[in-house]
């Protein structure tokens, strides 16, 4: 069993930044890919960004390149969401994930979230504007 909590939401004014954290339990997570999800109201929850077990590939919906960045300390067991110039857009809740063994790297398994095994309860951000 691994569980994922995420921190660090909040409510921030428009071009303000955030860092997401989520912290995996349960086993090691050195070795699997980790995602970003996020769901607004009234919306589905849509693929924000993936970070390979290696963390040297990473992938990014177009909405958020250029602003958001994945990053992972694999001895923390931890995987990093650096938000900066946040847009009312961005309001949501946001979820991290993790894909276990079965899980084969690219950018279609990256986004697809029934390839994922286990989810955070999500953190609530928040952008004013």
């Known amino acids: 069993q691994v569980q994922l909590v995420e921190s660090g939401g909040g409510l921030v004014q428009a071009g303000g930044s955030l860092r997401l954290s989520c912290a995996a339990s349960?086993?090691?997570?050195?070795?699997?890919?980790m995602g970003w999800f996020r769901q607004a109201p009234g919306k589905d929850r849509e693929f924000v960004t993936a970070i390979s077990w290696s963390g040297d590939s990473t992938y990014y919906t177009d909405s958020v390149k250029g602003r958001f960045t994945i990053s992972r300390d694999n001895a923390k067991n931890t995987v990093y969401l650096q938000m900066n110039s946040l847009k009312p857009e961005d309001t949501a809740v946001y979820y991290c994930?993790?894909?276990?063994?079965?899980?084969?790297?690219?950018?279609?398994?990256?986004?697809?979230?029934?390839?994922?095994?286990?989810w955070g309860q999500g953190t609530q951000v928040t952008v004013s504007s």
């Open positions: 349960g086993r090691s997570f050195s070795s699997y890919a």
């Open positions: 994930a993790i894909g276990l063994a079965h899980f084969r790297w690219s950018i279609g398994t990256a986004q697809a979230q029934n390839e994922y095994d286990y």
